[in-house]
């Protein structure tokens, strides 16, 4: 795997694989877990409403696309009513784009040097088997609201290979390219009380390397705000299954007055 980029050619994938491709010009990534036999699950929004438009463009992008037919594969695009996993064909999920295998496990000089996030973790994966369990089993079950930065393609990803979420759902979700918009801006602000004691390029420098340490701290294999959850156990104790944000907070009420 390159610093730049980790394309792979389609026959060095395998099933269990998180494996993503970039859309609209490189802005953003398209995640997703390889099951075999050309078919991956993913996670996109529910439904492009006016709300989720205004918010999550690409998410909406791709809900739009997986509603067309398929001529190959007849069960491509299955999702159960109100859920966002989606089982898709290879060629669907790609549409002629270039293919990505995600990096796990990486040393924390590699992940530094990787010039955007979204394409490795320090964190280690979980066996194919136990990864290709949790992507089906969501894909019956569902995986919550998309919410861009807190829940998305990525975050669900990154969950099937490791089983592992943020103790706080209400935060910054574990996806790598959502840090990176975090992180840029933030690099840059703290930064900016150096300006009148560097020269430019000094401050450049600086603005790099908060990035770069900023981005690198939001990482599952770094976070402590994480946590292992079975995926039998996730609509129980997470709230997933739930129709939005409020009624998370009635699901878990509901879920505490029945002692579960």
């Known amino acids: ?14 099933p269990g694989d998180h494996i993503y491709t970039y ?5 953003y990534t ?9 078919k991956v699950v993913h996670f996109n929004c529910v439904e492009a409403s006016a709300s989720a438009s ?19 594969f007849p069960d491509c695009g299955f999702k159960l009513p109100n859920s966002g996993v989606v089982l898709s064909c290879l060629d669907c999920f790609l549409r002629n784009d270039s293919l990505h295998r995600f ?3 990486v040393s924390s000089p590699v992940f530094l040097a990787k010039v955007r996030g979204g394409t490795c973790s320090t964190a280690v994966s979980d066996p194919p088997e136990t990864v290709l369990h949790r992507a089906m089993y969501l894909l019956q079950k569902g995986f919550g609201n998309y919410i861009v930065f807190k829940n998305n393609c990525e975050d669900f990803a990154l969950y099937c290979k490791t089983g592992l979420l943020t103790v706080d759902r209400l935060g910054v979700g574990s996806s790598g390219q959502t840090s990176s918009i975090v992180s840029a801006p933030l690099a840059a602000l703290l930064s900016s009380p150096l300006k009148l004691l560097i020269p430019p390029v000094g401050v450049a420098t600086v603005t790099t390397g908060m990035y770069f340490m900023n981005r690198y701290k939001t990482d599952f294999g770094v976070r402590k705000d994480v946590v292992k959850v079975a995926v039998e156990e996730l609509a129980a104790k997470l709230g997933f299954g739930c ?16 002692g579960r």
Do not use: Q, W
């Open 1 to 14: 795997m390159g610093l730049l980029t980790n394309i792979v050619e389609r026959s060095e994938i395998k």
């Open 23 to 27: 859309r609209t010009a490189f802005a």
């Open 30 to 38: 398209n995640h997703g877990i390889f099951v075999g036999g050309s």
């Open 54 to 72: 205004a918010s999550s463009d690409a998410a909406a992008e791709e809900t739009s696309d997986i509603s067309s037919s398929c001529p190959t």
């Open 103 to 105: 990096e796990y496990g």
């Open 243 to 258: 129709r939005n944000e409020r009624s998370i907070v009635e699901c878990e009420a509901s879920n505490s007055g029945t």
